[in-house]
């Protein structure tokens, strides 16, 4: 892996813009002056590292993780896959952090106020480190969708939240898994701004039998990209020596 | 005909909407659920250099602050190194400094503070240094993609000056969009940094 090289341009084409009036936040919190571009320096090919040992042994299960009196309450699945880099190289030791809503739809945060009981055993967070190459896997109960503020009748699709570091922090990277089949993917905002429809496709995960625990529990299975780094074949010095 | 370039496609962002405490900082969203928490606390008690405060909020287009962002800090240590082993620069690593923090902003006042030390300066291509500086990386409800900026230091005016990223940034009345601003409060060093995502004092973001 070149981790001291530069990162590939980002393909702007498969990200949301930053104004999209139909999630009408964006409105607001959109720059409206171009982006400068930066070659990169030592500051964005760097990022912050962390170790399999500063977890805790079921920060990657939520089923029990937040368990008070019994486990978290919804079907119960698995989540797994591989993180890799555009070049395909899978991404080692690199932090995955997700977060989600109980099966009702409900989130346990201070300003959720949705009338969708928490479940008292379930929390909704979690994380883990990659392994060598690149593979995770958390267990966790189903999402419920839920409504929202956007228009008057905005339901989201039930969605895992992912944040990735990778290893250098320009490849820092914030999304949302969508799960195979969902009926309220094709009229949620956020799905939907995704102007590349095949990188749309790829945040959706197809159920995985081969990943089960039969008679136990169900598997989806998602994988994700980071940027990728520029192989240094001529001299590129970044660093100057 | 041609060969295909078998290049993978990056992952496509999505916002991390308003429950984003949930998963990076829970007990701001209200519950407890990790031993560790990651990127709350920056410095132990060993840490090298001039300890400072970096204090704003995150305004929008309205001239609101926005009370559910949450904002990362990425930077090198007192003697300008990262902590990471892509920076082969003679400098010491502090064993006491991963470099790297996170903050939500109030959900009443909508301020963020991180409590770190002032970097020292990193050298930047062509063996350029760069001006001392932090990259922040900002993420909310009605972002789609995470915001990179750098906050520069109102006391490195010279250093400033000089920074090659700085410099081509045009107008360069745009330039003061990057510079936190140094006082004292206290017995603190404080710098304020207010983010402007619209209007006349945009800040400058990059495309990294």
């Known amino acids: 892996m070149h981790r001291e090289s530069e990162f590939f341009q980002r393909d702007r084409t498969i990200h949301p813009p930053a104004f999209t009036p139909a999630y009408k936040t964006s409105v607001l919190r959109s720059p409206r002056l171009p982006l400068l571009s930066l070659q990169n320096s030592l500051s964005e090919v760097t990022g912050p590292m962390f170790g399999a040992h500063e977890l805790g042994p079921l920060d990657n299960d939520l089923i029990l993780n937040y368990a008070k009196d019994g486990e978290a309450i919804g079907q119960r699945i698995i989540v797994h896959g591989r993180l890799k880099d555009e070049s395909g190289a899978g991404l080692a030791n690199t932090l995955v952090e997700f977060w989600q809503a109980n099966a009702g739809g409900r989130y346990r945060h201070n300003n959720d106020h949705y009338l969708a009981p928490l479940d008292p055993n379930f929390g909704g967070c979690g994380r883990t480190i990659t392994g060598a190459d690149g593979a995770y896997a958390f267990r966790t109960i189903k999402p419920g969708p839920y409504p929202w503020r956007n228009f008057v009748n905005s339901w989201r699709p039930a969605h895992i939240h992912f944040s990735l570091f990778g290893t250098g922090f320009a490849q820092r990277l914030i999304t949302q898994m969508y799960f195979e089949g969902d009926p309220l993917l094709v009229h949620d905002p956020m799905f939907g701004m995704i102007p590349d429809r095949e990188a749309a496709g790829r945040l959706v995960a197809p159920i995985d039998l081969n990943a089960t625990v039969p008679l136990d529990t169900l598997a989806y299975r998602f994988d994700i990209v980071l940027r990728g780094r520029r192989a240094t074949l001529f001299e590129n010095k970044l660093q100057g020596n | ?208």
Not at chain 2, 79 to 98: C, K, L, S, T, V
Not at chain 2, 135 to 143: H, Q
Not at chain 2, 178 to 197: A, K, S
């Open chain 2, 1 to 208: 005909m041609v060969q295909p370039l078998a290049y993978l496609k990056e992952t496509a962002s999505q916002t991390a909407g308003p429950y984003v405490h949930i998963g990076l900082m829970p007990r701001q969203a209200g519950f407890e659920v990790f031993k560790n928490n990651f990127g709350e606390a920056m410095l132990g008690p060993k840490t090298k250099g001039e300890r400072i405060i970096i204090e704003g909020q995150v305004i929008d287009g309205a001239g609101a602050p926005l009370r559910d962002a949450l904002i990362e800090i990425w930077q090198a240590n007192a003697a300008g190194r990262y902590n990471h082993p892509a920076d082969r620069q003679n400098m010491p690593i502090d064993e006491d400094f991963r470099g790297w923090g996170r903050a939500s902003c109030d959900f009443e006042s909508g301020r963020y503070r991180f409590r770190t030390i002032k970097p020292g300066a990193v050298v930047g291509r062509r063996g350029r240094p760069m001006a001392p500086h932090v990259n922040l990386w900002i993420v909310a409800r009605g972002i789609n993609i995470g915001l990179s900026t750098r906050m520069y230091f109102s006391d490195e005016e010279v250093a400033n000056a000089a920074d090659p990223v700085l410099n081509i940034i045009e107008p360069p009345s745009r330039r003061k969009t990057l510079i936190g601003q140094r006082q004292m409060r206290d017995q603190d060093v404080l710098y304020t940094f207010d983010i402007h995502l619209q209007g006349e004092q945009e800040t400058v973001f990059f495309d990294v």
